[in-house]
């Protein structure tokens, strides 16, 4: 995978008829929803048949399983991400043709076009503020269309179109695609190195952040986390293009400065200087400053804080999210898409208040057992033992072999390397054999423990097995 380039917008009016390549995906089928409720003529291929393919044709798109040349048929753009290759048959078809080719994020900025759209970028926690701030602006009567890099709770749905004006976007700096974007207003959670296998090191990395700031309309406006020292830098910059700035976190001096943090069973209370006090259902005080974006977004838009409160109150998760699958024997299982060290560090973090406030109500004196399936070879290969440390606040902890997704395997890079890393305070158990997890995790497990799996790969698919293996004991 490499950065794209980003290029000149279409306006979503002048696509005509549209092409899907791997349709099923998660941003492209949200983006094809869209457009189809919005009237465009889509249609789609995918390697295998699932429930987004079903939905999408109920929908009036035209589906196939499988990819094909003549899949392609009428259309007048094709859009495909990052991860489909040239040999593709259907985008070999589109080249021959002269077809335009967007990339999905392309495909997402024509969407944007016209709108009030608003940007949420950021190494970590992205994908829950913009989840919470479509919720909120839901709650509060704004209807934003969104797209979001994953699914909230409430509704099943990661992308939609609204009635409103507003357009609420994740944009993923992964691999550049946030510099389609020019949003009226963006977001800067945080920002630190990760995704080095496209950006070679952590200069290139904030020079790509730069660059998605400079491309906020003129006039608009960014919010920075203030407790993150690259976000103020960029806050600086941001104020020297004449935007407006609005800073939050717990650091003195933030505009929307959060205090007084305290957690409450799966969720906490908390006051954000200026707007009031929250009740959020989400647990972990990385969702705190999370919901003080939020209420900065909304002000940003002339959304009132009363709502807005209400609004997050009602937030219940974005899925993999520390997203509670269940509990049997006493052990509770949640499941989190955790996978980069400083997003552990925060789930591990939550999961130990949240325990630790069981026990002070009389519950049993629990522990954390993480199952952590490490993402990409390139990335265990930069963190591994940033990965062992965080593991390090667990009790126990399960670490699977690494999930390659896009990557061919590295000599010498498996999860032993993170195993060797976690602390010798942690019961530690390197398991390379998948299947072989959830009798294990179960074995391992307590009554009153929490078990959480985390990862980006397949590992989600293994809490129903622990809960499985946990019920039967």
């Known amino acids: 995978m490499s950065l794209i380039d980003p290029g000149e917008v279409v306006p979503a009016g002048e696509l005509g008829r549209v092409h899907f390549i791997a349709i099923g995906g998660a941003g492209m089928s949200g983006i ?14 995918d390697a295998r048949d699932s429930e987004l393919l079903g939905q ?12 094909d040349a003549a899949h392609v048929g009428d259309a007048d753009t094709v ?19 002269g077809l335009r080719v967007l990339h999905r994020s392309a495909a997402l900025a024509s969407l944007m076009a016209g709108r009030r759209a608003v940007a949420v970028a950021g190494t970590h926690g992205k994908t829950t503020t913009t989840s919470m701030l479509t919720v909120a602006l839901q709650h509060a009567g704004a209807d934003p269309s969104y797209c979001i890099g994953g699914q909230l709770v409430t509704t099943g749905l990661g992308a939609d179109e609204g009635t409103g004006d507003v357009f609420v976007a994740e944009a993923d700096e992964s691999d550049g695609s946030f510099l389609m974007y020019s949003p009226r207003i963006a977001v800067v959670t945080n920002v630190e190195a990760d995704h080095l296998d496209n950006y070679g090191g ?12 400079d491309r906020i309309e003129p006039g608009g406006t960014l919010v920075a986390g203030a407790d993150d020292p690259v976000a103020m830098e960029l806050a600086e910059r941001a104020r020297a293009r004449g935007l407006t700035v609005r800073t939050y976190g717990e650091a003195e001096g933030a505009d929307l400065q959060v205090t007084g943090f305290t957690p409450r069973g799966l969720g906490s209370r908390f006051v954000i200087e200026g707007a009031g006090e929250v009740a959020l259902g989400v647990p972990g005080r990385h969702n705190a ?26 937030f219940g998760g974005a899925m993999r999210r520390l997203e509670r699958k269940g509990e049997a024997g006493g052990v509770e299982v949640f499941d989190s898409y955790a996978h980069h060290p400083t997003e552990l560090t925060a789930d591990l973090d939550a999961t130990r208040d949240y325990l630790g ?18 993402h990409l070879y390139s990335r265990t290969r930069f963190f591994a033992a940033e990965f062992g440390a965080a593991l390090g606040l667990a009790d126990v902890a399960v670490v699977l072999d690494v999930y390659g997704a896009r990557e061919d395997p590295e000599p010498g890079v498996t999860g032993a390397l993170v195993a060797d890393a976690v602390p010798a305070g942690t019961e530690t158990v390197y398991a390379p054999v998948r299947d072989e997890v959830p009798g ?19 590992v989600t698919a293994l809490g129903p097995l622990v809960l499985e293996r946990l019920a039967s004991r």
């Open 357 to 374: 406030e069981k026990a002070a109500s009389g519950g049993a004196a629990g522990r954390i057992v993480a199952v952590f399936q490490p």
């Open 32 to 45: 094809a929803r869209i457009m189809l409720r919005r009237g465009i003529a889509v249609s789609g291929s």
């Open 202 to 213: 952590f200069e290139m990395v904030k020079e790509n952040f730069a660059k998605f700031v």
């Open 440 to 458: 294990l995790a179960a074995s391992l497990a307590r009554p009153g423990d929490v078990v959480i799996t985390l990862g980006a790969g397949d």
């Open 56 to 67: 999408l044709g109920d929908l009036g798109a035209k589906v196939f399983v499988g990819h």
């Open 289 to 314: 400053l999370n919901a003080a974006a939020v209420v900065a977004v909304a002000q940003a838009l002339g959304v009132g804080d009363a709502a807005v409160r209400e609004g997050l109150a009602a």
């Open 79 to 97: 859009v495909v991400s990052t991860a489909i290759r040239e040999s593709n048959p259907e985008l070999v078809a589109a080249r021959e043709r």
